[in-house]
């Protein structure tokens, strides 16, 4: 079946370029895109179809790289910095993710919440349960989204939310099993962190990722000064990374969050290792970890991707969360492009998680998961995008606008939420 889609059409599918169609076709057949370009070069080519016009901007739909949906609800939860707000806010709400039905609910919301903020794909964090991973795989499952997540292993974590090496690699060698090529579904290998997972449990992480080629490895990593003097102390190494070097954890399928606090060496490990980061700048920002240095990663040829960290975070919004990456680029006197934004939240995300070849550009043969923006969904976006030019309209949305600038969200060719 082909549909195509008329109207203002932007994508970033490479860091240095930028295609801009002001009017633009998308035409999508059997939900992968068939042709992209000018309204007036390809109208002749597809005959006969029927043609919808979008009201907005159409850009391919965003890519979370890093998210806890068992967090929703704690969501700006007051006070704290990274290790005491764990304690206090998230682990509490996590043991709840033993009882189903509740694991059922909230993954529902959330990726609804995804859809409404025109988040498609994701990378995301489960708890350490593994029917929290079955009730969010099912969910997204029925949505038809692109989503990656896996059991949380967390084997020195606190009474009620504490797993075993032998449990982390049974239950996770179980969900693999069970969930292998369904829908869009990926699976990924999730030690919580280098706190969290004793050495045994590490390597059990490193087994796992060794034997299964198809999936990744999602941590955090030098987050917080205090998580990072808790971790070096247990160590002669250098640095953080170590800990997770020594388990061959640090390779191309794998993700590491936040990465602030980076030596030039475990820089240039992450770029030799072709290893990911997802750079979260409300989380950042709100737990005061500190101010991510994308430049440093680009010295090094890391690849980088934007993640909203919720609960950490404080939005759902990956356009907010442009808006904030910019904010901490301005802190660092280094100012972040309105097109490099773009990039780091649609392409940039997918090259992060291995899946350049299917979604982030709108590129002829990828998936056809796109969104329609509204630069004039308040009034006072409407009034500061009169008669502004594209970089301008593309950045005012990112300051000032979220899920209310977010007309239509689109699965695979789809209509999937509409405000
Ligand atoms: N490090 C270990 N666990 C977490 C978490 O849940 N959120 C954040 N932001 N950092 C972490
Ligand atoms: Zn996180």
Same mark, same amino acid.
């Given at each position: 079946?082909?549909?195509?889609?008329?109207?203002?059409?932007?994508?970033? $599918?490479? !860091?240095?370029?930028?295609? =801009?169609? $002001?009017?633009?076709?998308?035409?999508?057949?059997?939900?992968?895109?068939?042709?992209?370009?000018?309204?007036?070069?390809?109208?002749?080519?597809?005959?006969?179809?029927?043609?919808?016009?979008?009201?907005?901007?159409?850009?391919?739909?965003?890519? /979370?790289?890093?998210?806890?949906? $068992?967090?929703?609800?704690?969501?700006?939860?007051?006070?704290?910095?990274?290790?005491?707000?764990?304690?206090?806010?998230?682990?509490?709400?996590?043991?709840?993710?033993?009882?189903?039905?509740?694991?059922?609910?909230?993954?529902?919301?959330?990726? /609804?919440?995804?859809?409404?903020?025109?988040?498609?794909?994701? *990378?995301?964090?489960?708890?350490?349960?593994?029917?929290?991973?079955?009730?969010?795989?099912?969910?997204?499952?029925?949505?038809?989204?692109?989503?990656?997540?896996?059991?949380?292993?967390?084997?020195?974590?606190?009474?009620?939310?504490?797993?075993?090496?032998?449990? @982390?690699?049974?239950?996770?060698?179980?969900?693999?099993?069970?969930?292998?090529? #369904?829908?869009?579904?990926?699976?990924?290998?999730? !030690?919580?962190?280098?706190?969290?997972?004793? /050495?045994?449990?590490?390597?059990?992480?490193?087994?796992?990722?060794?034997?299964?080629?198809?999936?990744?490895?999602?941590?955090?990593?030098?987050?917080?000064?205090?998580?990072?003097? @808790?971790?070096?102390?247990?160590?002669?190494?250098?640095?953080?990374?170590?800990?997770?070097?020594?388990?061959?954890?640090?390779?191309?399928?794998? *993700?590491?969050?936040?990465?602030? =606090?980076m030596s030039d060496a475990a820089m240039a490990r992450?770029?030799?290792?072709?290893?990911?980061?997802?750079?979260?700048?409300?989380?950042?920002?709100?737990?005061?970890?500190?101010?991510? &240095?994308?430049?440093?990663?680009?010295?090094?040829?890391?690849?980088?991707?934007?993640?909203?960290?919720?609960?950490?975070?404080?939005?759902?919004?990956?356009?907010?969360?442009?808006?904030?990456?910019?904010?901490?680029?301005?802190?660092?006197?280094?100012? +972040?492009? $309105?097109?490099?934004?773009?990039?780091?939240?649609?392409?940039?995300?997918?090259?992060?998680?291995?899946?350049? &070849?299917?979604?982030?550009?709108?590129?002829?043969?990828?998936? @056809?998961?796109?969104?329609? +923006? /509204?630069?004039?969904?308040?009034?006072?976006?409407?009034?500061?995008?009169?008669?502004?030019?594209?970089?301008? #309209?593309?950045?005012?949305?990112?300051?000032?606008?979220?899920?209310?600038?977010?007309?239509?969200?689109?699965?695979?060719?789809?209509?999937?939420?509409?405000?």
């Amino acid at each position: 079946m082909i549909h195509a889609f008329h109207g203002e059409i932007l994508t970033t $599918p490479a !860091p240095d370029t930028v295609a =801009h169609y $002001p009017d633009g076709l998308l035409v999508v057949e059997d939900g992968l895109v068939v042709a992209l370009g000018h309204y007036a070069d390809l109208a002749g080519r597809f005959g006969d179809i029927a043609v919808e016009t979008l009201p907005g901007l159409i850009v391919p739909g965003f890519v /979370d790289t890093h998210i806890h949906y $068992p967090q929703t609800s704690r969501i700006a939860a007051h006070g704290e910095q990274l290790l005491s707000w764990l304690e206090q806010h998230i682990f509490p709400a996590e043991k709840a993710f033993a009882d189903r039905a509740h694991a059922d609910g909230v993954a529902s919301f959330f990726l /609804d919440e995804l859809l409404r903020n025109g988040t498609t794909s994701a *990378l995301v964090f489960a708890t350490v349960h593994e029917g929290s991973v079955d009730a969010l795989f099912e969910a997204a499952l029925s949505r038809n989204m692109r989503i990656i997540s896996g059991k949380v292993l967390m084997d020195l974590g606190p009474e009620g939310l504490r797993d075993t090496p032998e449990t @982390a690699r049974g239950e996770s060698e179980a969900l693999i099993a069970r969930w292998r090529g #369904r829908g869009r579904l990926g699976y990924a290998v999730t !030690p919580r962190f280098a706190l969290t997972s004793s /050495d045994a449990q590490l390597a059990v992480a490193g087994d796992l990722l060794a034997a299964h080629g198809d999936v990744m490895m999602h941590t955090h990593m030098a987050e917080n000064t205090g998580e990072c003097a @808790a971790v070096e102390a247990g160590y002669v190494a250098a640095h953080y990374i170590d800990a997770y070097v020594r388990f061959v954890l640090v390779g191309p399928r794998s *993700l590491f969050a936040h990465c602030i =606090h980076m030596s030039d060496a475990a820089m240039a490990r992450m770029g030799e290792a072709g290893s990911a980061i997802a750079f979260c700048p409300t989380s950042n920002l709100f737990l005061g970890s500190g101010l991510f &240095d994308l430049a440093h990663a680009a010295r090094f040829g890391v690849k980088v991707g934007m993640g909203t960290d919720v609960g950490a975070g404080t939005s759902f919004s990956m356009l907010s969360t442009q808006g904030e990456a910019y904010k901490v680029g301005q802190m660092r006197g280094a100012v +972040l492009d $309105p097109f490099h934004a773009l990039y780091l939240a649609t392409a940039g995300g997918a090259r992060a998680l291995g899946l350049s &070849d299917r979604i982030g550009g709108l590129q002829v043969g990828q998936e @056809a998961d796109f969104i329609v +923006l /509204d630069d004039k969904a308040t009034p006072l976006l409407a009034l500061r995008t009169r008669g502004a030019g594209l970089a301008e #309209r593309l950045f005012a949305m990112q300051v000032l606008g979220d899920d209310r600038c977010v007309a239509r969200t689109y699965i695979a060719g789809i209509l999937a939420h509409s405000r």
